[in-house]
C-alpha cells in the first residue's frame, strides 16, 4: 500500500524528493487531493497517466506558487490578470496561451498551444511546490473515472500503491474541483463549473462570462469544446511495419523509425515522447506520417486512442 504520511516539514521534504525523482505524490488543494508530478519531466507526467490508468490524455492543470510563476509558463492578457488578482490565491484554474519557452512537457498540455494554471490556496501543495522548486502538474488523485479524492483515505483506497506517497492534510474543504475559465481569444468561457461561481467571475471582471460544454473527463466531449485536441495536420498512417520515402517514421520497439516513441518497447516513455514527436513529424519537411503498431494495454490505450484521432 501507499504510505500515507502526515503533513510536517520532513514528509514535505520526501514529497519534494519524489518530485524531483520523477514520482508522482499525493497532495491535498483546497477542492480535491492531486496526484502531483514535475511539470517539465515528461516521464514524470506519464506516470501520472499510468497510476490513473487514463484510457486518453485529457491536458492536465498546472499549479504554481503565484502569479509571477504562473505568467512564466503562461500569457496573461488585462482580463486573465484581474482573474487572478481576484481569485488567486484559490480554486479557480485559468486556460491562458502556452508561452513557447515555458518548458512545459507537451504531454501537460497534450500538445495544445494553451495550458490550465491553478494557484491553490492550501499550505500543503503549496508547501511542496516551494520545497520542489517546480510547477507540478496534477489531476485529481483517482482512478480514471471513479470520484474524485477529498481525504487521503479516498486516495489510498482509489490509487493504492500506485502512488509513492500520500500527503495526508485532513480532508478536503471545497470538496468539488476548480472552476475553469478560459482565456484564449479575448472571450471569457467557462469551461468547468466548480466552486467560484459564473456571477462571482462576471462581477470580478465586469464582462459576461459564457459556459461552454463541462470539460471534466467525467463528462462527453462536446464538439467544438476548447479542449478539442493537438492533431497533426498531416496524414497520418498507423501500424506500420516498414515505411515510404515521403513519411515521417515514427517507431516502437522492434519497428525502428527515423524517431522512436521508445527503442525499448517502454510504453511510459513513449508516452512521454508522443507529443513532441507527432509535432516534430507535422514540422518536417515530408508528406505524411507514419508510426508503428503500439500495444494496446496500460498506457498504451492512451496512445492508441490519442493515435487513432490524429489518424481519423
Ligand atoms: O481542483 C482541481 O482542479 C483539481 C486539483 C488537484 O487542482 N485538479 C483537477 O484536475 O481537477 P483534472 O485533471 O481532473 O481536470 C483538469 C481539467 C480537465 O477537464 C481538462 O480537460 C482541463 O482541465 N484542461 C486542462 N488544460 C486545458 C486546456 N489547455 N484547455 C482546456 N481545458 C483544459
Ligand atoms: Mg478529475
Same mark, same amino acid.
Given at each position: 500500500?501507499?504510505?500515507?504520511?502526515?503533513?510536517?516539514?520532513?514528509?514535505?521534504?520526501?514529497?519534494?524528493?519524489?518530485?524531483?525523482?520523477?514520482?508522482?505524490?499525493?497532495?491535498?488543494?483546497?477542492?480535491?487531493?492531486?496526484?502531483?508530478?514535475?511539470?517539465?519531466?515528461?516521464?514524470?507526467?506519464?506516470?501520472?497517466?499510468?497510476?490513473?490508468?487514463?484510457?486518453?490524455?485529457?491536458?492536465?492543470?498546472?499549479?504554481?506558487?503565484?502569479?509571477?510563476?504562473?505568467?512564466?509558463?503562461?500569457?496573461?492578457?488585462?482580463?486573465?490578470?484581474?482573474?487572478?488578482?481576484?481569485?488567486?490565491?484559490?480554486?479557480?484554474?485559468?486556460?491562458?496561451?502556452?508561452?513557447?519557452?515555458?518548458?512545459?512537457?507537451?504531454?501537460?498540455?497534450?500538445?495544445?498551444?494553451?495550458?490550465?494554471?491553478?494557484?491553490?490556496?492550501?499550505?500543503?501543495?503549496?508547501?511542496?511546490?516551494?520545497?520542489?522548486?517546480?510547477?507540478?502538474?496534477?489531476?485529481? !488523485?483517482?482512478?480514471?473515472? &471513479?470520484?474524485? /479524492?477529498?481525504? $487521503?483515505?479516498?486516495?489510498? #483506497?482509489? *490509487? +493504492?500503491? @500506485? =502512488?509513492?506517497?500520500?500527503?495526508?492534510?485532513?480532508?478536503?474543504?471545497?470538496?468539488?474541483?476548480?472552476?475553469?475559465?478560459?482565456?484564449?481569444?479575448? !472571450?471569457?468561457?467557462?469551461? &468547468?463549473?466548480? /466552486?467560484?461561481? $459564473?456571477?462571482?467571475?462576471? #462581477?470580478? *471582471? +465586469?464582462? @459576461? =462570462?459564457?459556459?461552454?460544454?463541462?470539460?471534466?473527463?467525467?463528462?462527453?466531449?462536446?464538439?467544438?469544446?476548447?479542449?478539442?485536441?493537438?492533431?497533426?495536420?498531416?496524414?497520418?498512417?498507423?501500424?506500420?511495419?516498414?515505411? $515510404?520515402?515521403?513519411?515521417? #517514421?515514427?517507431?516502437?520497439?522492434? =519497428?525502428?523509425?527515423?524517431?522512436?516513441?521508445?527503442?525499448?518497447?517502454?510504453?511510459?516513455?513513449?508516452?512521454?515522447?508522443?507529443?513532441?514527436?507527432?509535432?516534430?513529424?507535422?514540422?518536417?519537411?515530408?508528406?505524411?506520417? $507514419?508510426?508503428?503498431?503500439?500495444?494496446?494495454?496500460?498506457?498504451?490505450?492512451?496512445?492508441?486512442?490519442?493515435?487513432?484521432?490524429?489518424?481519423?
Amino acid at each position: 500500500m501507499a504510505r500515507v504520511q502526515a503533513f510536517n516539514d520532513p514528509t514535505v521534504a520526501e514529497a519534494a524528493r519524489c518530485v524531483a525523482a520523477g514520482q508522482p505524490v499525493a497532495v491535498p488543494t483546497e477542492t480535491v487531493y492531486g496526484l502531483a508530478a514535475d511539470a517539465t519531466n515528461p516521464a514524470a507526467v506519464a506516470a501520472v497517466y499510468a497510476a490513473k490508468g487514463r484510457p486518453s490524455f485529457n491536458p492536465l492543470i498546472v499549479h504554481v506558487p503565484d502569479l509571477a510563476a504562473a505568467q512564466r509558463i503562461g500569457r496573461f492578457d488585462a482580463l486573465a490578470q484581474r482573474l487572478a488578482a481576484a481569485f488567486w490565491p484559490g480554486p479557480l484554474t485559468i486556460v491562458v496561451p502556452l508561452r513557447e519557452d515555458a518548458g512545459i512537457a507537451a504531454l501537460a498540455t497534450a500538445g495544445l498551444d494553451t495550458v490550465a494554471l491553478r494557484v491553490p490556496a492550501h499550505r500543503a501543495m503549496q508547501a511542496v511546490l516551494a520545497a520542489s522548486g517546480k510547477p507540478l502538474a496534477a489531476p485529481s !488523485a483517482n482512478p480514471s473515472g &471513479r470520484i474524485s /479524492p477529498t481525504s $487521503a483515505a479516498h486516495v489510498a #483506497a482509489g *490509487l +493504492g500503491d @500506485r =502512488v509513492a506517497l500520500i500527503l495526508d492534510d485532513g480532508p478536503t474543504t471545497a470538496g468539488i474541483e476548480s472552476t475553469i475559465v478560459a482565456l484564449t481569444d479575448g !472571450a471569457v468561457l467557462l469551461l &468547468r463549473p466548480g /466552486p467560484i461561481t $459564473a456571477e462571482a467571475l462576471s #462581477a470580478a *471582471l +465586469g464582462v @459576461r =462570462v459564457d459556459t461552454v460544454a463541462v470539460t471534466d473527463d467525467a463528462a462527453p466531449s462536446a464538439p467544438g469544446q476548447l479542449t478539442s485536441h493537438y492533431a497533426p495536420t498531416k496524414p497520418v498512417r498507423l501500424n506500420a511495419t516498414s515505411f $515510404a520515402e515521403d513519411e515521417f #517514421a515514427i517507431g516502437f520497439g522492434p =519497428v525502428a523509425g527515423t524517431v522512436t516513441l521508445s527503442a525499448q518497447g517502454n510504453l511510459v516513455e513513449a508516452a512521454a515522447r508522443l507529443f513532441d514527436l507527432l509535432h516534430q513529424a507535422d514540422a518536417s519537411d515530408l508528406s505524411r506520417i $507514419a508510426i508503428a503498431p503500439i500495444p494496446d494495454d496500460g498506457l498504451g490505450q492512451a496512445i492508441n486512442d490519442r493515435l487513432r484521432r490524429a489518424a481519423a
